[in-house]
């Protein structure tokens, strides 16, 4: 009984191993051992086993003494075949899911498609209590003008502790898509996104976690473009009756959104003109976006001075409730309390 299980498993790996080959954190076309093979035959393990190979040499890069990080990870990978000895797909999948949740709390990860120019940024996101943690994959490509950046992230995967690699250098950053896993099983997949952002190499976050209609359940948000005034966002929010992140247009027209969940409130800050800027106030009822008020500050350059002018909405309709003219200067802006906000 005992080598009828054997051959049983022999056939099982052969059989999974002549379909289509996976990526993984190693060359499947040379996969030789049975763990290996399992591995490249199955999507979800292929998926697990390369991120975690990119958490792994992330990891490696940031730390001085690599020699016990090493033996740990050589500790892993040898109580995974202990743990699931006859390959178990599932066995395997929480084998690397814990795994991957330790090594991923210290920092994401950012994986350079060798001898290219995309990147792959990685990170697991709480959604809601009721649901497993997703895990991200960011598809972007970094400016033309930084391959230094290249050589850097090179650089700081052959040689560990990278100084360079620490430094607040800040490279442009292009997002073309994103694939969400749960269990290492994709489950939705964004495309055609036109964003840049920039940061560091070391710190750098593509995108944004945020309860931005104040659901309960965390949303994302990637920048349209990089702007200190009037900075566009894309905002995808978490449904949990789909378990899938749609995106917002009534969100991504607000420009410079800060979110105060306390209030459940979002507040715009806006400038159309050197001399017209204010503040735009917003609040979600039953998933729509709502506006409320808008503060404006107002100058005119024929001596009248400067306009302040506070607008509410209801229902949908503007109605002005302050307006003050011949104020010096935006030093004068009127900031009183709006007391429904």
Same mark, same amino acid.
């Given at each position: 009984?005992?080598?009828?299980?054997?051959?049983?498993?022999?056939?099982?790996?052969?059989?999974?191993?002549?379909?289509?080959?996976?990526?993984?954190?190693?060359?499947?076309?040379?996969?030789?051992?049975?763990?290996?093979?399992?591995?490249?035959?199955?999507?979800?393990?292929?998926?697990?086993?390369?991120?975690?190979?990119?958490?792994?040499?992330?990891?490696?890069?940031?730390?001085?003494?690599?020699?016990?990080?090493?033996?740990?990870?050589?500790?892993?990978?040898?109580?995974?075949?202990?743990?699931?000895?006859?390959?178990?797909?599932?066995?395997?999948?929480?084998?690397?899911?814990?795994?991957?949740?330790?090594?991923?709390?210290?920092?994401?990860?950012?994986?350079?498609?060798?001898?290219?120019?995309?990147?792959?940024?990685?990170?697991?996101?709480?959604?809601?209590?009721?649901?497993?943690?997703?895990?991200?994959?960011?598809?972007?490509?970094?400016?033309?003008?930084?391959?230094?950046?290249?050589?850097?992230?090179?650089?700081?995967?052959?040689?560990?502790?990278?100084?360079?690699?620490? +430094?607040?250098?800040? @490279? $442009?950053?292009?997002?073309?898509? *994103?694939?969400?896993?749960?269990? =290492?099983? /994709?489950?939705?997949? !964004?495309?055609?996104?036109?964003?840049?952002?920039?940061?560091?190499?070391?710190?750098?976050?593509?995108?944004?976690?945020?309860?931005?209609?104040?659901?309960?359940?965390?949303?994302?948000?990637?920048?349209?473009?990089?702007?200190?005034?009037?900075?566009?966002?894309?905002?995808?929010?978490?449904?949990?009756?789909? +378990?899938?992140?749609? @995106? $917002?247009?009534?969100?991504?027209? *607000?420009?410079?959104?800060?979110? =105060?969940? /306390?209030?459940?409130? !979002?507040?715009?800050?806006?400038?159309?003109?050197?001399?017209?800027?204010?503040?735009?106030?917003?609040?979600?009822?039953?998933?729509?976006?709502?506006?409320?008020?808008?503060?404006?500050?107002?100058?005119?350059?024929?001596?009248?001075?400067?306009?302040?002018?506070?607008?509410?909405?209801?229902?949908?309709?503007?109605?002005?409730?302050?307006?003050?003219?011949?104020?010096?200067?935006?030093?004068?802006?009127?900031?009183?309390?709006?007391?429904?906000?």
């Amino acid at each position: 009984m005992k080598h009828l299980h054997s051959y049983a498993l022999i056939l099982l790996l052969c059989g999974l191993f002549s379909t289509t080959v996976q990526a993984a954190s190693f060359n499947c076309l040379k996969a030789s051992t049975p763990m290996e093979k399992i591995i490249c035959s199955d999507m979800q393990l292929s998926l697990a086993d390369e991120y975690m190979g990119h958490l792994y040499f992330a990891k490696l890069a940031s730390i001085e003494n690599i020699k016990p990080f090493k033996k740990f990870h050589r500790s892993w990978l040898k109580g995974r075949q202990e743990e699931c000895p006859g390959f178990e797909v599932s066995c395997l999948l929480r084998s690397y899911r814990e795994y991957t949740q330790r090594l991923n709390q210290d920092m994401p990860a950012l994986w350079r498609k060798k001898g290219s120019n995309q990147y792959t940024w990685w990170r697991h996101i709480k959604v809601g209590a009721d649901m497993p943690e997703l895990l991200f994959a960011v598809h972007m490509t970094v400016s033309q003008d930084a391959q230094d950046f290249a050589a850097l992230f090179d650089g700081a995967r052959a040689k560990p502790a990278n100084k360079a690699f620490y +430094k607040d250098q800040r @490279y $442009s950053f292009y997002i073309q898509s *994103i694939d969400i896993y749960q269990n =290492f099983k /994709n489950i939705q997949s !964004i495309q055609n996104i036109e964003s840049e952002t920039y940061g560091a190499a070391y710190s750098f976050s593509p995108i944004k976690v945020g309860d931005f209609n104040f659901d309960g359940h965390a949303d994302i948000s990637a920048h349209k473009f990089v702007g200190s005034v009037n900075s566009p966002t894309h905002y995808w929010l978490f449904q949990p009756t789909t +378990k899938q992140f749609m @995106y $917002s247009g009534a969100l991504s027209a *607000i420009s410079s959104a800060e979110f =105060f969940i /306390n209030k459940k409130l !979002i507040k715009s800050s806006w400038r159309s003109s050197c001399c017209h800027h204010g503040e735009d106030y917003y609040k979600v009822v039953e998933g729509v976006v709502q506006k409320l008020y808008q503060k404006s500050f107002k100058c005119e350059g024929n001596g009248k001075g400067c306009t302040y002018t506070l607008t509410r909405w209801v229902k949908g309709e503007p109605v002005i409730i302050i307006n003050k003219e011949g104020l010096r200067d935006s030093f004068d802006w009127v900031s009183e309390d709006i007391a429904d906000l």
